[in-house]
């Protein structure tokens, strides 16, 4: 069983900063690719941004540069350093991950339970 687990929300003002941390942990083979989304209340659940194991990066029109998005795959952990926050980055974070589970290299997305971050104005 994959567990990812988020930590690192919270509340700050508008353009403070916050940086969220996803580790997986469990039993798998490797990770192709982690990333972030965030659901903002009586809104669809959007992508932040995602990145592979090999480093390549898909970043939100919405997010691009204020948000960075780094891993470490030696240690099955994904980060989201957020600056310049904005009240309408306020969301519930979650992590997801392509997670592959099998030697012949079959794969399953899974999802953290999410981390609140909220932006006062």
């Known amino acids: 069983q994959v567990q990812l687990v988020e930590s690192g929300g919270g509340l700050v003002q508008a353009g403070g900063s916050l940086r969220l941390s996803c580790a997986a942990s469990?039993?798998?083979?490797?990770?192709?690719?982690m990333g972030w989304y965030r659901q903002a209340p009586g809104k669809e659940r959007e992508l932040v941004a995602t990145?592979?194991?090999?480093?390549?990066?898909n970043v939100s029109d919405s997010v691009k540069g204020r948000f960075n998005i780094s891993s470490d795959n030696a240690k099955n952990t994904v980060d989201l350093q957020m600056h310049s926050l904005k009240p309408a980055d306020t969301a519930v974070y979650y992590c997801?991950?392509?997670?592959?589970?099998?030697?012949?290299?079959?794969?399953?997305?899974?999802w953290g339970k999410g981390t609140q971050v909220t932006v006062s104005s």
């Open positions: 990145i592979s194991s090999g480093g390549s990066t």
């Open positions: 997801t991950g392509e997670i592959v589970i099998a030697q012949d290299g079959s794969s399953i997305g899974t």
């Open positions: 469990g039993s798998f083979f490797s990770i192709n690719a």
